[in-house]
């Protein structure tokens, strides 16, 4: 662990600890970044297409409003107890050790294989200017220009990814005062006005079937928010970090959502087949190509497949981070090998970033070479966002219920959600509705194959939870004698 000195975090003599060496500005950017990507550039506006303007607003305002909760939720348990393990390590100390065990565990194979879909598509991007280059060439430098970047100390893994962020952030700003001044007749005239918004069908199409639709489609655009509590782990002050974190990101992107959607929705009607095309990766239908070349930029294609691919190696550097930090804290809670948990002197856990890194490449050449397995692994990792978003809930609430119990009051806690039992409690109920309406035509249809590419990773989760808890016979942790100690750095 890392003492204090200055208000300066200097590493401890171990070299299996990690270091805490991210800025404020990392932990901050590294959250706004993780939810700022293809989501909002390519499948907004399919969103649009299938609810309507209104539907979509309505849907992500919704999704905004759940994520809220948890990302305060999350916010009380990492400043109290700041662990690269994060929502593993909370899951194992306050519901049970074999959900810590499972949450983990799934954690680090979904982020592996996702970074493998990230370098795919890193050298797709990369083709739209290289189209006779073979692809595999530039997803295996991606893969080692990621591995150096997380190799050497985590501040350069914070600094990268603050600069990557903060384009995709200074993109959207841009597309807003370009998108608005079009819409008022300030760039071009006449004035577009609103009047896509009740153009045929508009605002509401599709009722209300169509807008759980995009519900869906607007949860994985806002994956990536526990980011904040594995960074957590490695902030120089996270009593401060995560809080003002948690307050700045999300009412960033909660606006940038919003107001992109409305701007899109407001230029580009929502029958044009153009927004479904966006949603196939078609980077000269996106959107925010078609904005900035109505309003006059001739290389708005090229500009915009550049930034989607700053979005790529962001994920994929995020992904290689937080899959590595998850693996190490396996290991030190005693449910990996423990090599994994061995650090270089800069605190980086070295074989774990090797072993995420291989399994991403497996991964990559199982899409080349077996495109059946590829599909099955991929699916396994579709819905492991919302089932830690419902550990989360879970841990939260039991930690909050076993804090009074033990005779604590909520003012102790360096800071606490707001309307609580409310926030935890809708959160998980949203994302058990979410989760169990991704593929509901096929309980329909009775769809097997579709049924278990949709939900591999419940099953997944169940058989890792339920094997460790016949293993080790572990039982729910009772509230009145559950390990409630904080960490002293994090005040």
Request: glycine share 8%; with cysteine.
């Amino acid at each position: 662990m890392a003492t204090r000195q200055g208000g300066k975090a200097i590493p401890s003599a171990s070299t299996d600890r990690v270091q805490r060496n991210l800025k404020t500005r990392h932990v901050t950017m590294i959250a706004l970044g993780g939810c700022i990507g293809t989501g909002l550039f390519m499948t907004s506006g399919s969103t649009i297409a299938k609810a309507g303007p209104g539907g979509a607003l309505v849907a992500y305002a919704a999704m905004g409003l759940m994520v809220y909760f948890l990302m305060t939720s999350l916010g009380e348990l990492a400043t109290h107890l700041p662990t690269s393990g994060s929502f593993a390590a909370y899951n194992a100390r306050y519901v049970d050790p074999a959900l810590g065990f499972a949450m983990g565990w799934n954690y680090w194979l979904n982020w592996a294989i996702t970074v493998a879909v990230d370098i795919s598509t890193a050298a797709l991007l990369i083709q739209y200017w290289l189209p006779h280059t073979p692809g595999w060439i530039w997803s295996l430098l991606v893969l080692v220009v990621i591995f150096l970047i997380n190799a050497l100390t985590v501040s350069t893994f914070g600094e990268t990814e603050f600069w990557l962020s903060l384009i995709k952030v200074v993109t959207v700003i841009v597309f807003l005062v370009i998108g608005l001044a079009m819409i008022c007749g300030i760039m071009f005239r006449p004035a577009v006005g609103l009047g896509n918004f009740t153009y045929k069908d508009a605002p509401f199409v599709g009722g209300f079937p169509a807008i759980l639709n995009v519900f869906l489609i607007a949860g994985f655009s806002f994956q990536g928010t526990e980011l904040i509590g594995v960074t957590a782990g490695e902030s120089e002050n996270p009593g401060k970090a995560v809080p003002k974190a948690i307050n700045d990101v999300f009412w960033r992107i909660l606006l940038f959502y919003i107001l992109s959607i409305f701007v899109i929705a407001a230029l580009i009607p929502y029958t044009s087949p153009n927004l479904l095309s966006s949603a196939q990766g078609d980077i000269a239908m996106s959107p925010f190509t078609l904005v900035f070349q109505r309003a006059g930029l001739a290389s708005a294609a090229s500009v915009m497949n550049a930034i989607i691919l700053t979005s790529v190696l962001s994920s994929a550097n995020s992904g290689v981070y937080a899959s590595t930090r998850m693996l190490y804290a396996l290991a030190k809670d005693h449910y990996a090998p423990a090599f994994f948990g061995h650090t270089t002197r800069h605190g980086i856990p070295m074989a774990s970033l090797v072993a995420t890194l291989v399994v991403s490449l497996a991964t990559f050449a199982a899409s080349i070479f077996g495109q059946r397995i590829y599909m099955w692994l991929v699916a396994a990792s579709g819905l492991t966002g919302f089932i830690v978003w419902i550990g989360i809930a879970l841990s939260h609430y039991r930690f909050r219920r076993a804090w009074v119990v033990q005779g604590h009051r909520v003012e102790e806690l360096r800071y606490h959600a707001k309307l609580f039992p409310l926030g935890p409690i809708l959160a998980l109920v949203l994302c058990v509705i979410v989760i169990g309406g991704q593929n509901f035509e096929a309980f329909v249809n009775w769809n097997w194959q579709e049924i278990g590419v949709t939900y591999i990773s419940v099953p997944l989760v169940l058989a890792l939870y339920l094997g460790y808890k016949i293993r080790y016979h572990t039982r729910i942790v009772p509230l009145e004698t559950m390990d409630l100690s904080g960490d002293p750095e994090s005040l």
